[in-house]
C-alpha cells in the first residue's frame, strides 16, 4: 500500500509538471499578441513606516489580464517570458509605465506622494547588456529623478551571469538604489553583501509568518536586521499580514514593512485615492 502511494504521488507529481511546461509554452505563445495588444497592467503596493503605517515608497507589481482567463499572476507568465525573451520588451514596458506613474503622483501628491518606487528586474534584464544605459533612458524620457528608483534582483538573478553584476555596478553609479529581493531564501544571501553593491534588503515572507510565536523565524528576522544595520543598508520586512507581526518587527527594529496588512496591490486610480489620500 505504501508503495502504491508513493507511486501515485510521484505521477501526480510528474503530471503537475507537465501541465506547468503546458501552461508555460501556452502563455509564452501569448506573450506577443499580450504585449502587442496592451493586455499588461501594472498594480502597486504601499511601503510604509512602522509602526504607523505611514505611506514611504511603492512596489511596482505587474498583472496580466488575459481575454479569457481573466488576471494571471506574475509567477505563471514571468517564467514563461524569461523563457521566450519576451521579458525584455515587457520589461522595458514595466519600467517606463512604473515611472512615468511615479512622475504623475509627484505632480498630483507632491509630498505626499511615494518618495520610492520600486521596480522588480529579472534575471535575462539583468544579464542583457546595455541594460544600465535603458534603465538611464527611461529615467531620462519620463522625468523620473534617479534617486527615486529602486531595482529590485533576487540572488538568482544576480548570479544569472552575463552582465548582472557589472549591470548592478553600473545602476548604482547612476544613483539607482538597488534591492535584494526574498532575501535569506537564495544560496549565498550573506555572500552576496561583500560583492553586490546593495542598499535594501527586502526581508523574505517566509521570515515574517510566524514571527510572533518564538522561534527560528523571530531568530533569524533579528539576526537579519540586524546585518542590516550593520551594512548601513535599510530593510523591508515583506509579507506582512497582521497588526502582531508588525508590532513585533518593530519591536525587532523594523523600520519599513509591507504586505497585505498595510494594503493589497491595487492598479491606479485606485491606488491614489485608497492609499495615497486614506495612509497616515
Ligand atoms: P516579489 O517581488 O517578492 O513581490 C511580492 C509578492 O508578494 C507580490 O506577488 C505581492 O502581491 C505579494 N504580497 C505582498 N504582500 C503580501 C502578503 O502580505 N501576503 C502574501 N501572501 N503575499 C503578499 P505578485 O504580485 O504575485 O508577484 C510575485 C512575484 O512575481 C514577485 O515577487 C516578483 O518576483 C515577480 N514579479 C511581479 N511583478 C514583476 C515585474 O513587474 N517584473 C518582474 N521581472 N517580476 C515581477
Ligand atoms: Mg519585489
Ligand atoms: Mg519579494
Ligand atoms: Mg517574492
Known sequence: YAAKTSGDTCRRHTAELDDTADEQARLGAELRTALDTGQFRMV???????????????????????????????DRFIPAAEHNGLIIELGEWILRTACAQAVEWQADWGPRAP????????????????FAALVERVLDETGMPVGRLTVEVTETAVFGGGQALQTLNDLHDLG???????????????????????????????????ITMAGRHAVIATALIRVSEGLGLTAVAEGVETAEQAAELYRLGYQLAQGYHFGRPVAEPDFAAEVVVATP
Open 44 to 74: 502597486y503596493q504601499p511601503i510604509v513606516e512602522l509602526p504607523h503605517g505611514r505611506l514611504r515608497a511603492v512596489e511596482a507589481l505587474v498583472r496580466w489580464d488575459h481575454p479569457e482567463r481573466g488576471l494571471i499572476s506574475p
Open 115 to 130: 518618495e520610492r518606487t520600486s521596480v522588480n528586474v529579472s534575471a535575462r534584464q539583468l544579464a542583457q547588456p546595455g
Open 176 to 210: 539607482v538604489r538597488i534591492a535584494l529581493d526574498d532575501f535569506g531564501t537564495g544560496h549565498s544571501s550573506l555572500g552576496l553583501l561583500q560583492t553586490v553593491p546593495v542598499d535594501v534588503l527586502k526581508v523574505d515572507k517566509s521570515f515574517v509568518d510566524n
